[in-house]
């Protein structure tokens, strides 16, 4: 018989219990995760589920963001967002062309990266060929690099705009060289809350619902949560139950990343940053909700170079990248850095006690012989 005495929450040693035996948590343990004061317990519990699904390594890659324009027609309704501006005459707004962005790109060709991460607001005018021309313009000249694309909500306003089905949009996003999609607009599912931090806004189900058709068509996706704002700990945990749901349907989310709110700039700057243990926490329960999602990942960019190396004992598996150029969070006052080196990713995770290594977005691992690359053959 194992001893509990780690434990001082004595409702956590049913849960190890439980999850020991790879039974699923439900809504109650995962609200009694939250509210536990013994976060050091919660937080071994998620360990041992991480070491369970990823023993003793930890991912890093080598990333660049790049988003496209932050002209919004939501630009007034996310109390949460610091990047959206109404129009190209709004002071900070910004439209790349598409030979513009194919340039940034290439500096990331240089640099080794294996994922280009884009996103931008509802643009009101773009035509749908620009993006397309985007990632035609890419595949050609970086066929090896990865492709992810687009929230469900633009794809959802590709949809309203471009009089296409949801299905259409995305095979034709498919077709020209889309890999797969990031996990934002997520925000929070409940509804009540929902509407008070970005009424109006593709509800939970037409997320879900980009996200299913994305999996039928082949098309991996990510998963995440907005938290540290008006959401009680009950939606968090409805929040990644309907996340697991939707992952025993269609089986393509590649991993989950909990987005700590950062409040300067935004409609809702009366509010705290998020606390070190706020992010940990969130990461640990993600660990024991998700039971089928493969991956947990610790945003450095929101929680900090130092909180996301503690994370990884806390049930992340993977630190994101060197991501290059982040704005959304930069621009709602986030002071962490807007890159970092894989010296520094691979320190913090050696630190950690794991085995670094480089991942490509599906987490394939990276092979690199000088200056070229390529994914070890499974
Ligand atoms: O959709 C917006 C959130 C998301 C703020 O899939 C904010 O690999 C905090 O989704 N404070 C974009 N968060 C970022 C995102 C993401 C990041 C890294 C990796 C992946 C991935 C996805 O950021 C938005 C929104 O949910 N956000 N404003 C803010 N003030």
Redesign the pocket.
Known sequence: MESYSRFTDLRLPAIYEKVKAEERLTFDEGVALYESPDITGVGFIANHVREQFNGNIAYYNINQ?IDYSNVCILHAR?H????ARKNMQTEGAWEMSVDEFLDKAMYSIEHGCTEI?S?GGLHPKLPFDYYLDIIRGLKERMPQVHL?FF?A?EIHHFSRIFKMSIEEVLRQLKDAGLDS???????VFAEATREKICPGKLSAAGWLEVHDIAHRLGIP????M?Y?HLESNEDRVAHLIQLREQQDKSGGFV?F?P????????R?AYLSSTSGLTDLRNIAVARLMLDNLPHI?V?W??TGLKTAQVALRFGADDI?GT?TEEK??H????DTPEAVSVDALTRLIEEAGFVPVERD?LYNEIIREGERWHRKAA
């Open positions: 963001h996310c949460f967002c610091a990047f991460h996103v992810k929230t909500v999609l990031p996990g934002g607009g997520a925000e996706t990510n998963a995440t907005l540290g991993t990343i987005l700590a709110f950062h409040p300067a700039n935004t809702m990942k945003y960019i929101m994101d991501v959304i969070t621009m709602a006052g986030a977005t």
